[in-house]
């Protein structure tokens, strides 16, 4: 290999390197937004406070993101990956129709007590896109995702699918509201209830 080349190879990993670092930055930042707003609201959001969150220079705030509703978005569409990511789990998981109530509670349980700030955080923003229309494409994403692959993508009834989602959404925030988180037990006998039209759901 010839010095030039070398130099060329060392320069590629350099700028790769910079890449990689600059995406964990940008996900601390991220996920520091998240837990700002399930601890303090989205009134806590100030470049200062998320800096101090992430352990991040003030400065890189306003380097990666052109303004707070800017960031507000960027977290929300974070979370939303995340959703989409918890569903290809469940789909790998799930071999059987008659399996999805029970999974589908223990990831309810999961997001209201282990990832508990997080969801609260996510809820804040979601709510928060009511009044800023800004954030609400990426509000609405985590649902058509999810509503896309009823039915392993075949779709089906769109109010039915909205009640579906709607009434999933209404268990979260059951779930954090309640002084003890219900348990996947006494989730499973609802999500039977209300997956038990999914089978027969058509476009």
Known sequence: ??????NLDRADAETDGRRAKGERR???IIDATLRVVARDGVAGVSHRNIAREAE???ASIAYYFAG????LVAALLESCEKMIA????LRERVDDNREWPRAV???IVEMVREHRERTLGEYELYLLAAKRPALRPAARRWIEIA????NNGAGGDPPVIRALF????????QGLIADEPPTAEELEPTLRFLLHPVDYLRK
Request: aromatic residues 0%; proline residues 6%; hydrophobic residues 50%.
């Open 147 to 150: 509503s896309g692959s009823i």
């Open 68 to 71: 707070i509703d800017e960031l």
């Open 1 to 6: 290999m010839t010095a030039a080349h070398r």
């Open 166 to 173: 709607a009434a999933i959404d209404g268990l979260l925030l």
């Open 105 to 107: 509670a223990e990831l």
């Open 56 to 58: 991040v220079p003030p």
């Open 26 to 28: 940008r996900r601390a």
């Open 86 to 89: 918890d569903m290809d789990r």
